[in-house]
């Protein structure tokens, strides 16, 4: 039990729509990142929020953007989804204290794009 | 830019024998490295972690793992495996301890444990 929860589990989706994943943290971390899991693959970082700013973004189009809350809950949304993003997106929480952060993941959501 | 090999996507052992997975890093900076299990329908467990404090790290579940800089590796290993052990396994490493840069993970392996 990490402390990190997301929802929904699943979705499904059609190409083209938008969708909006939700996780909430631990109570206290002050830092979220997001990870793309493609199936037999390893996760991939899409970005991280700290103190509700984006300060880390990978290798991830614009369409992926997200939003953290003083509530310590945080979305990620993706527009104009393509069949590509069907996967399982992680978040993970952390506090942030000058370095040697652990991370705390969710058990993720599994998108699948239609 | 960092990257991470895990060689053997599926590695199979006996219960009782000796677990040993595979990671081979690059990292243009003294890099911190990961591992983490992933069992079904779940997220990622935090196994162990280096630091650069020594080169040979234990972790939960009896499993550790040795920091072999000439060779730019961090094998996993686990003296003896339990059925419990079978899940997916992930290598990860970041130059900023999973800060802005985020982490960057191998594909993974596979562990199967034959009875």
């Known amino acids: 039990e990490t402390g990190v929860t997301q929802s929904p589990t699943h979705l499904i989706k059609t190409r083209g729509q938008q969708v909006t994943l939700r996780c909430s943290s631990q109570s206290g971390h002050n830092t979220v990142s997001w990870y793309q899991q493609a199936l037999g693959q390893g996760p991939q970082f899409i970005f991280q929020y700290y103190r509700e700013e984006e300060n880390g973004r990978g290798n991830f189009p614009p369409r992926f953007s997200g939003l953290q809350f003083p509530n310590y809950s945080s979305e990620l949304n993706v527009n104009a989804l393509e069949l590509d993003d069907s996967a399982l997106y992680l978040c993970a929480s952390s506090l942030r204290q000058g370095g040697n952060e652990k991370l705390f993941f969710g058990s993720g959501t599994q998108l699948s794009v239609l | ?115």
């Open chain 2, 1 to 115: 830019a960092q990257s991470v090999t895990q060689l053997g996507s599926h590695v199979s052992v006996s219960e009782g024998a000796l677990v040993l997975l595979r990671c081979n890093y690059s990292s243009s900076v003294p890099p911190y490295l990961f591992w983490y299990v992933q069992y079904p329908n779940q997220g990622l467990q935090l196994l162990l972690k280096y630091t650069s404090a020594a080169t040979l790290v234990k972790g939960i579940n009896g499993f550790e793992a040795e920091f072999k800089k000439s060779e730019t590796s961090f094998h996993l290993t686990k003296p003896s495996a339990h059925m419990s052990d079978a899940a997916e396994y992930f290598c990860a490493v970041s130059e900023s301890g999973g800060g802005a840069d985020g982490l960057t993970f191998g594909k993974g392996t596979h562990l199967i444990i034959q009875p």
